[in-house]
């Protein structure tokens, strides 16, 4: 862990950082044998469970997430929302074993920049066997859950109703005929602007740079009784619409996006869990590019490489929780040049 929070990316790197700072890590852990060689990592990583080492840090992620509401002064009974989405790792194929690359799913706790758990799958469209997974690895109590379409599944919607937590779910194409019952409502409805149906209507707007101007309307209404076959996604409650349109040198794009969603009628709270769903991708997956390099690692072996993509993602989250300005990659850096900035990043008080 304070191998990789201070630049390390493999097993060969955290050892030669280990023989630099052998007189931090005598003080800090107990190593009667001294410090462990390369292959003695590696073993390690190899020889721990996934499952098991993620748990290791679920205590440690709870004090975290309690940490960061306190100071943000938000009331600790509040939804959580977590973002579920995929990030495919370029480097990890293995062309001699016949394996292409390693597609990880994550939970993201998206207010605060935490990864709560992680899930490897071969392929992207395992997601789909994937994510029942990782909702077992976290506490859905009380919480938001916002997936992309292809989590669209009964099966998933019922395991987050059953763990007492809410859904929203992209709906696309994919589940063809709720999808085509939620358009011909917005199209027999959007005339008259919803008089017929409880809803919630807001809208946004923002100036971007060279002239851009993005804007948003979030719809929400609730479950028609006239939709057939609604009875299979338990807790079904209402109907999300977002209609982006962006306004580029004069040229108009419009994109609609549609969700299904076991929450009450409530703009405020659909729209922000709909912003925040995005934060994965902007914030951890481009973080973990650019900040860690994720994308160009060449691990290869998957149960090292899985406990690595963890150990990233949950030094991120670490990096993400100090109050400094820096940027993350300046503070992983100043990690490996101090030890007493590593300590502090680590919570502990001084060397």
């Not at 959580?80 to 394996?99: F, P, Q, W, Y």
């Not at 996006?257 to 995005?278: D, M, N, T």
């Not at 670490?318 to 820096?326: A, F, V």
């Amino acid at each position: 862990l304070m191998g990789v929070l201070a630049g390390s990316d493999g097993p060969t790197a955290i050892s030669r950082w280990a023989v630099a700072k052998k007189d931090l890590l005598v003080q800090a852990l107990d190593l009667p044998h001294g410090i462990p060689s390369r292959d003695v990592i590696r073993r390690v990583l190899s020889a721990l469970k996934v499952d098991a080492f993620q748990s290791c840090f679920a205590c440690w992620l709870n004090s975290l997430r309690d940490a960061a509401k306190e100071k943000a002064g938000v009331n600790a009974e509040l939804k959580d929302h977590v973002a579920i989405d995929g990030k495919t790792m370029k480097g990890s194929h293995n062309r001699a074993k016949g394996l292409g690359p390693m597609h990880m799913v994550s939970a993201w706790l998206s207010e605060f920049g935490l990864t709560l758990a992680q899930v490897a799958t071969d392929v992207k469209s395992n997601e789909i066997t994937a994510i029942p997974e990782l909702l077992k690895l976290i506490d859905l109590d009380g919480s938001i859950i916002t997936i992309d379409a292809m989590g669209t599944q009964v099966a998933i919607a019922d395991q987050i109703v059953d763990g007492k937590g809410h859904y929203i779910l992209a709906l696309k194409a994919n589940q063809d005929g709720l999808f085509q019952q939620v358009m011909n409502c917005v199209e027999e409805n959007i005339s008259d602007d919803f008089a017929r149906l409880p809803s919630e209507r807001l809208e946004e707007s923002s100036k971007k740079s060279h002239g851009r101007i993005d804007s948003r309307t979030y719809l929400q209404f609730e479950l028609p009784n006239a939709f057939t076959g609604t009875s299979r996604w338990k807790g079904l409650k209402t109907i999300g619409v977002v209609v982006y349109k962006s306004l580029i040198k004069g040229e108009e794009r419009i994109d609609i996006r549609y969700f299904i969603s076991s929450l009450p009628l409530g703009i405020e709270q659909f729209s922000k869990a709909v912003r925040r769903h995005w934060g994965i991708e902007t914030t951890c997956h481009w973080s973990l590019d650019v900040t860690y390099g994720e994308d160009g690692l060449r691990t290869r072996q998957r149960t090292i490489a899985e406990n690595l993509a963890w150990l990233r993602r949950f030094t991120l989250s670490l990096l993400k929780q100090h109050p400094g300005k820096d940027s993350l990659a300046m503070k992983r850096r100043i990690c490996g040049w101090s030890d007493d900035f590593l300590m502090e990043v680590l919570g502990i008080k001084g060397t």
